[in-house]
């Protein structure tokens, strides 16, 4: 049986209402609260699944409340300077309130400084810039996860199997665990943090471990996948596969699927439907699972009462500008 362990991490889970179109129906008219969505790659799996429960959410609140909400999704495709246009478009159209997922997040102190001008409230999410930039102006918010703890977690799902059944990590016999990482963007906070925290809390609790290969994937199910696949292939002492996100979690285990192996050793973070389909099918060894819809929850929440001046700690629930979200292992 599948298990589901909740771990608190300061956040409690709100109601989702946020979405890439919008009230679909509605006109978009005078009265209309305008939402805009900047996200640096609309095809990244983790993003779309957020933008697709917030959609279906925003649908929902328009429909109970009457409330005429759009909400609009750019697509940066990876390129900052693509987004910066994108974001001062939003601007000069006069939308109430911008939610940005940056694609560099060195690059924040230009968008806080533009919606500092236009006093447009601003919420970052999925990728925190620096605190400095966050400080820089009280309707600056930042909705994520906490890197640091998903990477415990990925590193709790190994320690249970190791401590419950050490020889089905350790397949040599020789006591020590030879892995593979496979790692975000390299500019990314979080791909740097899951890929230290994750090993640190291993060896911290006694794990012997030796690191085989190593590679970016930028976040890219085909990038992992051929990244595997060639490592596979020169070092099959490989016993675990430690990737930064479900997306290349799955690339890594196409890779053994392709070399015909028998080998689910392999480790995601993210929760994305995909994800947790592939370690119920056996083909990888767990998940910690993000909870996109409690992001798009709190994001639409507090961006809808910024938007609108009301007090987010009375309207969303929220008390910090730096709002945590709760996650989970799934194994």
């Known amino acids: 049986m599948k298990t589901r362990r909740l771990l608190a991490l300061g956040a409690a889970a709100l109601l989702l209402a ?29 993003i779309s699944n957020m933008t697709q429960a917030m959609q279906e959410s925003v649908d929902d609140w328009c429909a109970e409340t009457g409330e005429r909400i759009q909400v609009s999704i750019s697509d940066a495709q990876e390129s900052q300077n693509t987004q910066n246009e994108q974001i001062d ?55 994520g996860s906490d890197a640091r703890q998903s990477a415990q977690l990925q590193a709790q799902i190994v320690l249970d199997l190791w401590e419950s059944d050490p020889a089905a990590l350790d397949r040599n016999g020789d006591g020590i665990l030879q892995y593979m990482m496979l790692e975000g963007e ?14 640190q809390t291993l060896r911290e609790a006694g794990v012997p471990l030796e690191r085989v290969e190593s590679g970016i994937a930028n976040w890219d199910r ?25 997306d290349m979690a799955l690339g890594a285990a196409d890779a053994v699927e392709r070399l015909g192996l028998e080998f689910s050793n392999i480790v995601g973070i993210d929760g994305t439907p995909q994800g947790v389909e592939a370690v119920d099918q056996g083909r990888l060894l767990g998940t910690v699972v993000m909870d996109y819809p409690a992001h798009g929850e709190a994001i639409f929440r507090l961006s809808r009462a910024l938007a609108l001046g009301d007090d987010p700690q009375e309207t969303a629930g929220l008390s910090e500008r730096i709002i ?3 996650m989970y292992i799934y194994s």
Do not use: M
């Open 18 to 46: 946020a979405g890439p179109a919008g009230c679909r129906e509605t006109p978009q008219e005078d009265g209309t609260l305008r939402i805009g969505v900047a996200v640096y790659k609309g095809e990244d799996t983790y």
């Open 89 to 143: 478009r939003f601007l000069s159209l006069g939308y109430d309130v911008l939610c940005v997922n940056l694609v560099d997040r060195t690059d924040a102190a230009r968008v806080v400084d533009k919606a500092r001008e236009a006093d447009v409230p601003l919420v970052f999410f999925n990728r925190e810039p620096v605190q400095e930039d966050i400080d820089a102006w009280d309707k600056v918010y930042y909705v």
């Open 186 to 199: 390299s500019r990314h906070q979080d791909a740097v943090i899951r890929t230290e925290v994750s090993v």
């Open 222 to 246: 085909n990038q992992a996948a051929a990244l595997t696949e060639s490592a596979l292939l020169e070092y099959p002492e490989i016993e675990l596969i430690l990737c930064n996100n479900d």
């Open 324 to 326: 945590r979200i709760p």
